[in-house]
């Protein structure tokens, strides 16, 4: 009989663990022109998923903008408020792009300085395919380490498209600013999901 027991619960072990395993994140990032919902890929990029979490669940990215919106490329946030006061962020993170995740349309990556270990708190969402244009991985250099993709829009790309739209000018020293600051108001976990059946 104990070891039946013992069993069971061997197996009820497993499984939870497999569960936890298969999970994907979905955060909800809510913005003056709606929400964008990304799920997080912590299997393939464990310390940069681990990262932007530790900003979500601090409320660091609420009262944020997005500070760089370039048509045909991307926008960028989580780092400026709309004053354009850069905020105090934690240490860097090491560069995951080794991931071979891929900056298509639609991903979340993580926003850095020429150094490629430099990234921080911001990060930006790729509004067409920017692999071949320089942001993927290619090689342990400074010009080809690239920059790490750790998710993917699942709900919300039109408000993506809506803020790749906007009028933007120069402010202070920084470009591609839009002239009506597009407001990052909460940035919420919202569910866990089970990760689909990878392909044999």
């Known amino acids: 009989m104990n070891r039946i027991v013992a069993s069971l619960c061997a197996v009820t072990v497993f499984s939870t663990f497999v569960r936890a395993q298969n999970l994907k994140t979905r955060v909800s990032i809510m913005t003056s022109k709606g929400e964008i919902v990304v799920e997080l890929d912590s299997a ?111 709900k919300g790309m039109p408000v993506v498209d809506a803020i790749e739209g906007v009028q933007t000018a120069s402010k202070g020293m920084m470009g591609d600013v839009p002239v009506t600051p597009i407001l990052i108001t909460k940035v919420s976990v919202i569910k866990e999901t089970p990760a689909p059946a990878e392909k044999k």
Not at 109 to 124: E, I, L, V, Y
């Open 44 to 154: 393939k990029a464990p310390k940069t998923v681990g990262n932007f979490l530790d900003y979500v669940n601090s409320g660091f990215y609420n009262g944020t903008i997005f500070h760089r919106v370039i048509k045909g490329f991307m926008i960028q946030g989580g780092g400026f408020t709309p004053d354009m006061s850069k905020k105090k962020t934690n240490d860097p993170i090491p560069n995951e792009a080794t991931n071979r995740l891929s900056n298509r349309r639609g991903t979340i990556a993580m926003a850095r300085t020429n150094d490629p270990h430099s990234a921080t708190a911001q990060f930006f969402i790729n509004t067409v395919d920017n692999g071949a244009r320089g942001l993927d991985f290619r090689s342990e250099s400074e010009g080809g380490w690239g920059y790490c993709v750790f998710g993917k829009v699942v």
